[in-house]
Nanobody
């Protein structure tokens, strides 16, 4: 059974930093691309960052230069380092992957609140 468990969210002041983690189980982690999405209530879920199995990364324009996605295949974990946080980064952040059959898996999310 595939499980994705996010952690690391919380309340941070504008300009601050947070590091999110997503621990995966039930998959051969190293062969899958991993993604971070975020969602504000009432809005569609937005793709924030992607890291492929080869370590190639891609980011939404809104977070380029501020967020960094990385992975540790030995720990089956993907990270999202978020710096220079802005109030508009406030959202629930979700970890996502798709298996070789195209089935999607989601974590339950972790809330990030950027506020003074």
């Amino acid at each position: 059974q595939v499980q994705l468990v996010e952690s690391g969210g919380g309340l941070v002041q504008p300009g601050g930093s947070l590091r999110l983690s997503c621990a995966a189980s039930g998959i051969i982690f190293s062969i899958y691309a991993m993604h971070w999405y975020r969602q504000v209530p009432g809005n569609q879920r937005e793709l924030v960052a992607t890291i492929t199995s080869a370590g190639i990364t891609n980011y939404a324009d809104s977070v380029k230069g501020r967020f960094t996605i990385s992975r540790d295949n030995a720990k089956n974990t993907v990270y999202l380092e978020m710096n220079s946080l802005k109030p508009e980064d406030t959202a629930v952040y979700y970890c996502n992957t798709r298996d070789i059959f195209g089935e999607e898996y989601w974590g339950k999310g972790t809330l990030v609140t950027v506020s003074s």
